[in-house]
């Protein structure tokens, strides 16, 4: 079964920018999408951002686009997830999931059979 681990959250000034990663291993990514999914106090685990394992192609919820970027490394078998002007409210558990052959047209949980364990993002002076 494909092994997610997710690395670089932490805490972060407001404005402030982090990079998460998402490392695979036991099998390529080549043919999976990868979305983030985060955890905030209080609300329920939203699909934010998500990248194609074939066309690349990417998509962004609203509440993150324009400040949040996806990218993969498919040598490094690593997907990314780059923060900008991070406010408090992106607060929470931040995690990566991954659908074989599978889109980026709706991010939902169901959707992806494969999950990390989580890392926590804090924005706050």
């Known amino acids: 079964q494909l092994q997610l681990v997710e690395s670089g959250g932490g805490l972060v000034q407001p404005g402030g920018s982090l990079r998460l990663s998402c490392a695979a291993s036991?099998?390529?990514?080549?043919?999976?999408?990868i979305s983030w999914f985060r955890q905030t106090p209080g609300k329920e685990r939203e699909g934010i951002s998500c990248i194609n394992g074939s066309s690349g192609r990417t998509n962004h919820a609203d509440s993150v686009k324009g400040r949040f970027d996806i990218s993969r490394d498919n040598a490094k078998n690593t997907v990314y997830l780059q923060m900008n002007s991070l406010k408090p409210e992106d607060t929470g558990v931040y995690y990566c999931?991954?659908?074989?052959?599978?889109?980026?047209?709706?991010?939902?949980?169901?959707?992806?059979?494969?999950w990390g364990q989580g890392t926590q993002v804090t924005v706050s002076s």
């Open positions: 999931a991954a659908a074989y052959l599978g889109y980026c047209t709706v991010l939902r949980e169901t959707f992806f059979a494969s």
């Open positions: 036991r099998f390529s990514l080549d043919h999976y999408a």
